[in-house]
């Protein structure tokens, strides 16, 4: 018997995903003494969408997440803004949407709902922008990367279903570890 409702993050990897390109954004951030990865990424999380809409409060955003002394304003603003340099040198984004919200019955009645971190609309369709902040190695990226496609299949039939506009590629940012990778 299928759930009703499905959490896109709770889908399963899909067997025909592969890696497509992989982009090194930068060396590993500094991160010191013992953290949360789940904290560590809803931080790194915001201070990326506070800074896409012209916001410049990092510290307030490390420190409501209780990551002011995990990770420096200097080490967390790079890592956002190296990932919206190759965003904007890229993709060439028309409009940059961020946690796009996304509900739709798939074809076995589910209900699919959740929040696009980063969609990106550009000339040729969309590009969809996942963030993790998993601590692993760079050698991990590519499993890492595959364990989620699944939610990235569900955002992409999510998005074309509502807009009859492509998805042109998913990508799985690692924002710790410095990388994009495109999942297939």
Known sequence: KLQLRVSPSAIASSE?????????????L?????????????????????????QHDTARVLRDHG???????????ESANRLLAVINARFAPIKIHMEYPIHYTNDNGQIIAGWIDLLLETAEGFVLIDHKASPRARSDWEEIALGFSGQLAAY?????????????????????????????
């Open 16 to 28: 025909t995903a592969r890696i497509g390109e992989v982009i090194t954004l930068g060396e590993r």
């Open 156 to 184: 992409a039939e999510g998005i074309t279903r509502a807009t009859g506009k492509p998805v042109v590629s998913r990508w799985i940012h690692f924002g710790v570890t410095g990388g994009l990778v495109e999942v297939c």
């Open 67 to 77: 990551m002011e002394k995990t990770l420096s304003i200097a080490a967390a603003e």
């Open 30 to 54: 500094p991160i010191e003494g013992e953290y949360e990865p789940a904290e560590l990424g809803t931080a790194l999380h915001a201070v990326i969408g506070t800074l896409l809409s012209g």
